[in-house]
């Protein structure tokens, strides 16, 4: 062999070890890139959408939707770990639709924002979802439970709510319980709605029912209560519950915040004491200006701070909706607004929006990176 056919042969050993390291993704991220193409450690586009993130032992557990090129459950919920934040392996399905078509989570249902959270008492992980029955569009409105001994599952579904059924919320006039303040349930989109939403129209409505649950998030206080936030009320007014010790059920106690405020995309965290969510306007997969809140305990009163986001496209939240604020492991107040960039044409080329909190007069604000890494935390 001559000098040069042995140089070309080496030269060919070098490109294709760079092309089988691109095939196999060896290329480790050092830093998030919002609203680009994110891939596990197999070179797939992380699936993940609506998604929560639970941590434990070194070890970060990101929970979201499997979608494909529509928006209902044909898979399940995923779960990818991670250490580092930026780079992620798929441990698979955390929670599986079923094929019995008789079962609340068949194949079809819509499975959406799924959050897990443990339960010291029970030892048990914990994992609630959106919930809607096959074929019944938005109108089930529930909100659906799964436990398991792990955190990547298998979850075993246990049931569904329609919360708060037969109570009636802590911040509620004594009268709206029984003198109706006009408006008509079934014809309630009129311009005399409000009044009578505020006072309770479809509470009263769902009362023996339960109370309608659509976008929602769950968060455990750092006494050990548990409380779920949701969209109820035709998704007109956020109810915060607490859930009972084993954090599988609503104790009862629970409250409205917003009446007629159609807040959705519930994200919660705590910061010094005070407890800060952002949520979202409702436009469905389009996005909107989100909005901000803070208060002095999980159950309120929450007083509204404005939209969050600062900069070009704050109006719409960088093209994206909340679905979790995520506490960066040991860091002071680190903390992760995450979002979703919809792409209802293809759901599986959903974009994820991860930004740094930032504080402007004791707000919490965000704007806008094309890249950032987590030493953005130790030199703000
Ligand atoms: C959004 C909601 C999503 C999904 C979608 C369906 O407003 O945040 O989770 O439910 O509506 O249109």
Redesign the pocket.
Known sequence: MNKFKSLKIIILIIFSSGNINCQNNTEKYSAFHPGKIWKDSNGTHINAH?GGIYYENGTYYWYGEHKGDD?KARVGINVYSSQDLYNWKKEGVALAVEKDPNSEITAGSVM??PKVIYNEKTGKYVLWF?LELKEQG?SAARTGVAVSDNPIGPFNYIRSYRPNAGKWPQNFKEEWKTNPVGGDPEKWWTPQWHKALNAGMFVRRDFEEGQMS??MTVYVDKDGTAYHITSSEENQTLHISELTDDFLNFTGNWVRVQPGGQN??PAIFEKDGTYYMIT?G????DPNPARSFKAKSVMGPWEPLGNPARGIDADKTFYS?STFILPVQGKENAHIFMADRWNPKNHIDGRYIWLPIEWENGKPIIKWKDEWGLSFFDEN
Do not use: I
Not at 282 to 285: D, S
């Open positions: 609506g928006s959406e924002r959106h938005y659509r976008d959705e995309a979202s409702l436009t469905g997969w909706q």
